[in-house]
DNA sequence: TAAAAAGTTTAGACGAGTCTAAAAAATTAT
DNA sequence: ATAATTTTTTAGACTCGTCTAAACTTTTTA
């Protein structure tokens, strides 16, 4: 059994590691906890010895089977939990984030199973991010942000990263992007990699670089 | 704010003093909450020091205004997470308290509005507790013991008591009692303080005192 | 009403999680 | 390839919530 605190970590870890594709600096992780290294170190060594990761001094950590399990089963619960807050209690998609950092950490698997059912067992949250099954498999189908889209198609949204920021989310809703939007490029700005878009077929709008790597869409 | 454990005990001292009209002593809240007595000394200071109660060595301690509020916020809290779990999610009334106690402590007066109006406004939760409004009022109708009705009347249900033990609810569904049955008495032995009652004009059955106690009904 | 019992508090310790400051290792720059 | 810089770890300390053992206060009993 984990602790609040364990749990945050390896949930932080599973993401820093791009999933568990790469190894994780101490630093890293320090930064994404909003900790000093050193509590990081005394971390690590903790989850270490737990087997969810396997830490060299100095090197940095790697996430083993056993911690990508839990990892995943953390992320099920977190965009589980989002889900019902815009689903069925009507949140915004830019208010959810951190009531479901709290929702996350109950230990009920009894709870989890007849939530996945009340919701019809949904396959991405309300940011577009795939929801684990409770084997932990993610089924995604191929996207790529914005910014990568060859030539000028027409695309659809997939999916928005969030990071820590609800501004971005706000910002997105206010100009008409939401998950199953039709994109149609228009042109890109070469000196800055603006693009300009069109949205559903209505609303001609830019978006600066720094938004379009964080739309994902249809390749 | 208060931690997970203050809000923990608050909620016990709440309950032990009856809603705040009597004190408690220090061997009532460490047997409430499987501590020591050494440990409620050292949080009842905090406690005290935080003027959520007043606190007299070897006296006992006493709710305050403000305390009452947290603590009925908390209540409140519990209690809507169950009617949550049983009506939403088709928990059974023996499943939830459990669940409930971690749901309680979650951070969002926006999720607990969103919560309230989504059940559309319950009065009472799944045992029949009244489920104090987001001013912390609590509208009970009047509601007595069963082995305390005089004489030989009809009866509602109107609520049940639960303390730890999911085993009394399994075993008043098992025999047929729930929240609205209409239990006639039949008979009550002097010997022992059983009743005979028969329920919802069905099913007669004998109640021991103790059983009978713990189900509340209209007087 | 004095002695015994019961209940409560204090003192000191411990684990979890965090921090700062200093030491050690790795990286980079000259 | 050695010196300077950056990163990481260690050491020691602090808070929170807990504990045991001992001291103290209140209540009960004889």
């Not at 364990?6 to 320090?30: F, R, W």
């Not at 906890?33 to 060299?56: F, G, N, Q």
């Not at 830019?94 to 019809?120: C, G």
């Not at 949204?157 to 994109?183: C, M």
């Amino acid at each position: 059994m984990l602790s609040l605190t364990e749990e945050n970590y390896l949930k932080a870890i599973y993401h820093l590691s791009d999933g568990g594709s790469k190894s994780v600096l101490t630093n890293e992780v320090a930064d994404a906890m909003s900790t000093k290294p050193a509590s990081v170190t005394d971390m690590v060594k903790k989850l270490s010895a737990k087997k969810l990761i396997t830490y060299e001094k100095y090197y940095g950590v790697t996430i083993t089977k056993q911690g990508k399990t839990d990892a995943l089963n953390i992320i099920r619960k977190h965009r589980l939990w989002e889900t019902f807050l815009v689903q069925k209690l009507n949140f915004h998609w830019d208010q959810v984030h951190e009531v479901a950092e709290q929702l996350e950490h109950i230990q009920s698997p009894l709870l989890i199973e007849k939530l996945d059912e009340f919701l019809n067992f949904p396959v991405a949250d309300p940011h577009g991010h795939p929801i684990p099954d409770k084997n932990g498999k993610i089924h995604t189908g191929q996207q790529i942000p914005l910014c990568e889209v060859p030539g000028k198609k027409t695309v659809t949204v997939l999916a928005v990263n969030v990071k820590e920021s609800s501004s971005f989310l706000q910002y997105l809703s206010k100009i008409g992007v939401y998950i199953g939007a039709k994109l149609a490029i228009l042109d890109k700005a070469e000196f800055d990699g603006s693009i300009e878009i069109m949205i559903d077929g209505k609303k001609k709008v830019f978006v600066s670089k720094e938004a379009s790597q964080n739309i994902l869409v249809t390749p």
